[in-house]
């Protein structure tokens, strides 16, 4: 059974710690779908700690994450790094807002 929540340091200059909220009945729930899902957007990316913990029960999900803060995967670089993931792509290009930035990364599964 997976833990409910993961930890992760915000930044390799911060003290403060971000916990993942309901990771645990996330990914038993994701985890016992049949057929399995094959494709998951994780829309608020953060630490990544759901999209570890999802990869980790899932080894053949794919996962599309985006994250505003243009930050967030280059604290969770450790995370990017594990999967093998290609580096994030900044798509705030792609908004009519100058405002909006979002970055993506995508993790092939082995299926």
Do not use: W
């Not at 994780?42 to 996962?63: C, E």
């Not at 993931?85 to 100058?98: E, F, I, K, V, Y």
């Amino acid at each position: 059974s997976s833990s409910s929540s993961s930890s992760f340091l915000c930044s390799s200059y911060s003290t403060s710690i971000h916990r993942s909220v309901l990771t645990g009945p996330l990914v038993e729930r994701l985890a016992s779908l049949q057929p399995q899902p094959q494709l998951i957007a994780d829309l608020t990316f953060g630490a990544g700690g759901h999209t570890d913990a999802l990869l980790q029960a899932i080894p053949s999900l794919r996962v599309i994450a985006v994250d505003q803060d243009r930050g967030a995967f280059r604290r969770a670089q450790h995370i990017l790094d594990k999967y093998n993931a290609p580096q994030p792509r900044d798509l705030s290009d792609l908004s009519s807002s100058s405002a909006s930035s979002s970055e993506e990364m995508v993790r092939r599964g082995s299926g």
